[in-house]
């Protein structure tokens, strides 16, 4: 398992209460990562050569790639080296947001698109982006940006007008609702990353009637994606014969 998202976490809970032997890997972004019911391995494989040694070494027999929609180079590297290797893969994926009425959004392709759509004038950004990528913000150094991080930063941040909160999802409409408030905040900037936990900075813009450049998810190659835990669940137990986990009991 490819993991770093909440459904990562929700699969490994099923993974694990059927007793399946699994692995779940981490990039090892964040300080102190969510704990897991299954044996976590932490760190970049090593490209797709090192990915594909890892799945012969380890003799697995499925990859669920359950990671974040825009850790892009991750997932192709997934769908490189499971072909190379012949092990199947299936994503786990949640929908992207779709507007509702009375959104303001401005779809953007990508980090630096939403650069060029911010406003002139000096704004008041919620940057809610993560931490890569923050650094292309410095070419508008004008606007004053708030930032959301898991971990506090540990060095000065890239942007010459900035403030960080520190806090990890799943947020919720009042929080969001009140920090809009609390920063005068005029624009939010977001991915569209989709799934509940993520979504109330969207719904706190509406509300409030702010401007939401949007950015569009990274082009993945082709792959099977499904929705929920349920179906990769039904996938592993029908795709082959389930390798019992070894409690040692
Ligand atoms: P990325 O750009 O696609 O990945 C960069 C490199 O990090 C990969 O090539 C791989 O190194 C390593 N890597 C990424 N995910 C890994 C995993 N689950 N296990 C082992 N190695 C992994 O990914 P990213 O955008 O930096 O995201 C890193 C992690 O944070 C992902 O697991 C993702 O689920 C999570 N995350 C990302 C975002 C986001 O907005 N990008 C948001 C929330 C959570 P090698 O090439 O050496 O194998």
Redesign the pocket.
């Known amino acids: 398992?490819?993991?770093?998202?909440s459904e990562?976490s929700a699969l490994a809970r099923a993974i694990a209460a059927a007793g399946m032997a699994a692995e779940f890997?981490?990039?090892?972004?964040?300080l102190s990562p969510v704990g897991q019911p299954l044996p976590v391995?932490?760190?970049?494989?090593?490209?797709?050569a090192?990915?594909v040694a890892y799945l012969r070494d380890h003799a697995i027999s499925h990859v669920v790639d359950?990671?974040?929609?825009?850790?892009?180079?991750?997932?192709?590297?997934a769908v490189l080296a499971c072909a190379e290797a012949g092990v199947p893969l299936l994503a786990l994926e949640r929908a992207p947001w779709t507007p509702e009425s009375g959104d303001r959004w401005q779809r953007v392709a990508d980090i630096e698109a939403a650069v060029a759509a911010l406003p002139e004038v000096p704004a008041r950004i919620f940057l809610a982006?993560?931490r890569?990528h923050l650094e292309a913000f410095r070419a508008r150094p004008r606007h004053f940006y708030l930032l959301r991080l898991v971990d506090a930063p540990q060095a000065p941040l890239p942007l010459p007008h900035a403030e960080a909160v520190i806090d990890r999802g799943p947020f919720t409409l009042a929080g969001d609702r009140a920090l809009l408030a609390a920063h005068g905040i005029t624009h939010v900037v977001a991915?569209n990353?989709g799934g509940e936990g993520a979504r109330a900075k969207l719904d706190a813009a509406r509300e409030a009637g702010l401007p939401v450049i949007l950015i569009d998810r990274p082009a993945i190659p082709a792959r099977p994606v499904i929705r929920s835990v349920a179906e990769v669940m039904d996938w592993l137990a029908h795709s082959a014969t389930p390798v019992k986990a070894d409690r040692g009991e």
């Open positions: 398992m490819l993991g770093g998202t990562a890997s981490y990039a090892g972004r964040t391995r932490v760190g970049g494989f090593g490209g797709v090192g990915l359950a990671t974040h929609p825009f850790a892009a180079q991750m997932s192709r590297h982006i993560g890569q991915k990353a």
